[in-house]
């Protein structure tokens, strides 16, 4: 194949050079959105030759101010940079920080963290649920998956005081116990929400066109998963069977081995995806309800360690990394025996899996770019952090 020229969009008497390809850019858009992503494409007619994920207009230095702030003040941080996750981030930090101190968190704050994080995990994934079918022209199912997050959502906020940003981690344990009758409430919001899910099977995966769309399409090998790192449901929908709850538990996963169930497919394309978050919001429905059974059995304790007025963590390194809604999330954390940390990398999940798109996107159709960028599920944040 000869060398091929390149010519934007737009340029005059160049476009009408048959020989050339096309260079099309999918965003930025307007700089108010809450995040922005940009793909250079290159199409030879309608299909897409080569692609390029260009990252970085959000781009805030969460690293860099980390080092600038205490080990309370970086929970702040940390939680907003996946804000569909954010227990789930901040959590992260606080483990790394108590694994530095060698620190034993209360039993009870150790099955509330999970359930929290459970349910954390059910409204990352309603949102994709929600809007993946959105993006391919189906409306309906974002109406019932936001009903369904905002019944989480109250419960979540009745404990925190955030819907968002919840702020409810600290070094060793919670930030207070859970409010009288909150775990009835629980129950009855995650019965509410698994009582929803067959509705997705049926308008979702039932929809001829929604396969259509979907089947086939945007196929990842497990190779490419392997070599960019990509990891969550996009990595077990391609058939690599990998979730730290299991294969290295923290929190309480251990003890929930006979409920923790991964979803993991074969085949690697966007209707892969789609059904391992499907299935992986059932699945984690059921550990919230063990999770609850189980925190309704322990004695009335406490959820946190009375700290230091000055919390400094002793000089060495760590990392700690957790299985986050959208994949493996990681802190890498240097102290020098200071009150903030002097170096902390963050490892998130989105960073990783967009990557993949220059192998994914080569070779598919234009029409089919949408199916395959809304099947990543990913949150800009996390890529820019």
Partial sequence: MSALRETTVGVGAGAENTATDMVLNIGPQHPATHGVLRLKLVLDGER?????PIIGYMHRGAEKLFEARDYRQIIMLANRHDWLSAFSNELGVVLAVERMLGMEVPERAVWTRTLLAELNRVLNHLMFIGSYPLELGGITPVFYAFTAREELQHVLEEASGGRMHYMFNRVGGLKEDLPAGWLGRVR????????????????????????????????????????????????????VDF?????????????LRDVLSVAVREEGDCLARFECLLEQTQNSLDLADACLDRVAALAPGPVNLRLPKVLKAPEGETYAWTENPLGVNGYYLVSRGDKTPWRLKLRSASFNNIQALTELLPG?????????LGSMFFVVGDIDK
Avoid: C, K, W
Avoid at 364 to 371: K, N, Q, S
């Fill in 48 to 52: 897409i030759v080569s692609a390029e």
């Fill in 364 to 372: 598919t159709l234009v029409a089919d770019m949408v199916a395959i």
């Fill in 243 to 255: 979730d730290l709850r299991r294969d290295e538990p923290y929190l309480a996963y251990g003890e």
């Fill in 188 to 239: 009855a919001a995650v019965a509410a929400v698994r009582a929803q899910l067959p509705v997705y099977q049926d308008l979702v995966l039932g929809n001829e066109i929604f396969r259509a769309r979907t089947a086939g399409v945007g196929v990842l090998s497990p190779e490419h998963v392997q070599a960019y790192g990509v990891t969550g449901p996009i990595a077990r929908a391609s058939g």
